[in-house]
């Protein structure tokens, strides 16, 4: 009897499960309606024509941690835009940072998904390879491209594919706290221009002060900083297992060991913490690190001064960028891709620049005078002193396909050499395999 | 006597339906649906292709999901230590010593406590210029201070210890229930025969309390491999793959790298993995209790 009733219990599962597995097999429900991301000019076809001939459309525009802080700012842009565009309404939501994509596959595969998602380059990259984002230069005019400055705008760019607008953005900067570089007998008037002189003025201040230089989280931009392209020409293939790039990394872990730089994959609020304690004197971020000093160290943040970011061997300043993308399911794609250009083009960005404290990508913004004029205080200082460096700015996960991926397995490589104390060209040969399988299967 | 049954059952189902309707949309069907998906390409955002058994190849020439499995399994040598550790605060907190109430509620503290709280106060106490090396390097047990999380001979040992100081209360709570269901006369007659106190827990408490420790070690083993929130808040499995654990690797490739067919695949495997340890913890403690069964 009980003999039955297992053979009974396994033969149900079995066909559960078969028929589960033919399924899957099957038809796609989950992407009914949407063109293949291979079919050329695959984003008009399903597009809803209705709604680009006057008839109601709405559109859910998602933005990261801006509410409650921006609300005036932008229920004044929507309204801006809806008068301009009847017909179109703009419902905003907002979530925050580590939110955003689980939403937004949630949404997806629900089959609601949103018009316009505001997300950084890494996660654009990461969606525009999957090609689970429209296509924007179908839809953009060559004037509008290039208002954006290049090495920003070309950073979702994958097979000649514009993923996503720019929106603001940040370069970094160098903060320095002043008290700590005078005990070791440091002129911060006069500061370190190269990662070398950083690297001196990180050893001096440690020799006479005891404290380290500065804390640094260990990801994938580390490469491009000293001009080591993480993956070649083309895309193809890992291209940072150089001898450039041993050096680089040895001399990280001599810095570590030394004490000039922390021994340690310091996040942002880490750095944010060894700051604020004063047990390093320097931070290499963007502006927003001032909001954080300001309010978690009163007195450190009189003592700290804003300087341009010392380059390293590229000579050249990463810039860390959100985006605004249009995902491949979006109902409305063409009303979705003209409002994203509204929210990006250069006067909304300016507006938001000078309220948020951010700043632009697009170039005609930094000619306003905001960001050309200092009046001596930290926050104008760091603003004019990251603006001027746009034109040169480029993100460094430039067109990667798969970039969540290859940053987790360069990071997890970085710690393992610098932490962990693995064999430096072990484990870069390790990591490029892996970086290879990343590409080759396309996830 | 058999419509009574029925009707007991009835009224038995009646009272579980809402639950386990709940437990079969959340949990028995996301489990079941998972399996085929372990043969797709799924990631919610793309079409989906069958790729038959290419997530499994693939998964067992993946390095970093093979440690993770190691990492998974040597987790798992927390289950003894908490395991003892809890029978023996269960006993201490049975006997009747004035304040023993307050005893009890503070080592079941950390049990209703938020795992993002934990793992945040250790983060702190952990840290650099945390308490733990303040006095540690007072006490002279250290010459320098010890970066306990970002350090790969110790950040696992350090999870675990964290894993084990949060579920001690949980288990012990079990334990106390398994004790006060020992009959008193049990121990009268071993004391009669001339047993001691630590031959009364040999002979008397361990044995009676077989059912608990069945329950509790297989629990226990499930937790341990599927330990994830401290994990990762503190360390996000690193640094490198020092302390990434199964559960910890499947989230990345599903959740944030949107790898679902391929993370389905691994989380079956690890499933396969727990059905094992678990059929292995019921061969190791088969007889027992107060009625063996």
């Known amino acids: 009897m ?10 149900l599962l079995f066909v559960v499960m078969m028929s589960m597995l033919l ?24 597009v809803d024509k209705g709604a680009t001939t006057g008839e109601p459309v709405t559109l859910e525009f998602w933005t990261i941690a801006l509410q409650p802080t921006f609300n005036d700012y932008f229920n004044d842009l929507i309204a801006k835009y809806e008068s301009s565009h009847p017909g179109v309404t703009v419902e905003w939501k907002d979530y925050p940072y580590d939110a955003i994509s689980q939403r937004l596959l949630t949404s997806t595969a629900s089959g609601n998904s949103p018009d316009v998602v505001n997300l950084n380059t890494e996660f654009a990259s990461q969606l525009g390879s999957k090609g689970a984002l429209l296509n924007l230069s179908e839809y953009l005019t060559d004037e509008e491209a290039k208002s954006y400055f290049e090495g920003i705008y070309n950073s979702t760019i994958l097979n000649g594919k514009a993923y996503a607008l720019p929106w603001y953005t940040g370069t970094e900067v160098l903060f320095m706290n002043t008290k700590l570089v005078q005990q070791a007998g440091l002129d911060p008037a006069n500061p370190p221009q190269t990662r070398e002189e950083l690297v001196e003025w990180g050893r001096q201040v440690h020799e006479k002060t005891g404290v380290a230089g500065y804390a640094q989280q260990l990801v994938s931009k580390l490469f491009p900083i000293d001009g080591i392209p993480i993956l070649n020409e083309d895309k ?118 000078k309220v948020a404290n951010t700043l632009p990508s697009s170039k005609a913004s930094i000619q ?17 002193a990251s603006s001027q460096s746009l034109d040169k700015a480029t993100d460094y996960m ?41 590409l080759s299967q396309g996830s | 006597m058999y419509k009574a049954i029925r009707s ?114 250790w983060s702190w106490l952990l840290g650099n210029n945390g308490v733990v090396n303040y006095l540690l390097l007072k006490a002279g047990v250290l010459s320098e201070q010890v970066s ?34 020992i009959p008193a006369d049990l121990y009268e007659a071993a004391r009669v025969d001339g047993a001691g106190p630590l031959r009364m827990i040999v002979h008397v408490t361990i044995p009676l309390l077989r059912p608990h420790i069945l329950f509790c070690t297989l629990i226990s083993v499930m937790g341990a491999i599927r330990v994830f929130d401290e994990v990762y808040i503190l360390t996000k499995g690193g640094p490198g793959t020092s302390t990434l654990t199964s559960s910890v690797y499947i989230f990345q490739k599903g959740l944030e790298q949107f790898n679902f067919g391929y993370a ?14 678990s059929v292995l913890v019921f061969r190791l403690n088969r007889k027992g209790g107060v009625n063996s069964y």
């Open chain 2, 148 to 181: 306990w999380l970002s350090t790969s001979s110790t950040a696992l040992y350090v999870l675990m210890f964290i894993t084990m100081w949060k579920g001690l209360g949980y288990y012990m709570m079990l334990y106390l229930a398994g004790l006060q269901g």
């Open chain 1, 368 to 384: 306003d005078p905001f960001f050309t004029e200092s009046n001596g205080s930290l926050e104008a200082e760091a603003k004019v």
């Open chain 1, 236 to 353: 193809t293939a890992a291209a940072f297992n150089t001898p450039e790039a041993e050096a680089m990394i040895a001399q990280m872990r001599d810095l570590m060991a030394e004490g000039v730089v922390l021994k340690e994959d310091a996040e942002f609020s880490k750095q944010i913490q060894y700051f604020s304690g004063e047990q390093v004197a320097f931070q290499l971020s963007g502006p927003t690190f001032i909001n954080f000093i300001k309010k978690s160290a009163p007195d450190v943040y009189k003592n700290t001064i804003a300087v341009p970011l010392p380059t390293g061997k590229a000579n050249l300043r990463l810039s860390n960028s959100m985006n605004l993308v249009v995902p491949q399911k979006s109902k409305n794609p063409e009303q979705a891709v003209e409002f994203a250009a509204f929210i990006t083009n250069s006067e909304n960005q300016t507006a938001f620049s």
């Open chain 1, 2 to 11: 009980t003999t039955n009733k297992k053979g009974f219990t396994v033969s």
């Open chain 2, 8 to 121: 007991e059952s009835f009224t038995a189902w009646a009272f579980m339906a809402p639950g386990l309707l709940f437990l079969a949309v959340f949990t028995f069907w996301p489990i079941i649906y998972g399996i085929p998906l372990s043969f797709t390409d799924y990631s919610v955002i793309t079409e989906t292709h069958y790729v038959g058994l290419d997530n499994f190849t693939r998964a067992f020439k993946d390095h970093n999901f093979l440690v993770s499995l190691w990492n998974s399994l040597v987790y798992v040598l927390i289950v003894p230590v908490i395991q003892l550790l809890s029978i023996l605060m269960a006993i201490l907190v049975n006997s009747r010593i004035p304040g023993v109430k307050m005893f009890r509620a503070a080592y079941y503290i950390p049990v209703v406590t938020s795992m993002v709280a934990v793992a945040l106060i």
């Open chain 1, 398 to 438: 430039v067109g990667v396909p798969s970039a969540a991926d290859i940053n987790s397995a360069l990071t997890r490589g970085l710690q393992e050499i610098l932490m962990n104390g693995a064999d430096i060209k072990e484990t870069l040969n390790a990591v490029e395999n892996e970086v290879n399988n990343i």
């Open chain 2, 264 to 277: 389905s695949a691994l989380g079956l495997i690890v499933s396969v993995l727990v059905g094992a340890l």
């Open chain 1, 23 to 46: 399924a899957a097999c099957g038809g796609n429900g989950n992407t009914a309606g949407t063109p293949s991301p291979t079919s050329a000019g695959g984003t008009g076809t399903e």
